[in-house]
């Protein structure tokens, strides 16, 4: 079993940045793929962007450019750098371990963008 646990979320002034961790721990040498997931008040969650074992990123299109997941894999943490913050971006931000296509979430980690 796989627990990522979020962090690094907080209260941001629009044009900021901030960087989210994502802990795992559990059998992290099971872990092939790690994803970043939103949720902004009112609307479904929605995937920002995916790492698999070998390092290779994916984002959706709309934060292509502005954010940036990466993994210190001796830690076994994955990051997720926000840059240009906006209040759209305001949202509970998840994690997300696969083993295989099995997927665990983490608790969540709140993103406030102010104006």
């Known amino acids: 079993q796989v627990h990522p646990v979020e962090s690094g979320g907080g209260l941001v002034q629009a044009g900021g940045s901030l960087r989210l961790s994502c802990a795992a721990s559990?059998?992290?040498?099971?872990?092939?793929?790690m994803a970043w997931y939103r949720q902004a008040p009112g609307k479904e969650r929605e995937w920002v962007g995916s790492?698999?074992?070998?390092?290779?990123?994916q984002y959706a299109d709309s934060y292509k450019g502005r954010f940036s997941i990466s993994r210190d894999k001796v830690k076994n943490i994955m990051y997720l750098q926000m840059n240009s913050l906006t209040p759209d971006d305001t949202a509970v931000y998840y994690c997300k371990g696969f083993v295989g296509t099995t997927g665990v979430w983490g608790q969540g980690t709140q993103v406030t963008v102010s104006s």
């Open positions: 790492i698999d074992a070998g390092g290779t990123t």
């Open positions: 559990g059998s992290i040498s099971s872990i092939n793929a």
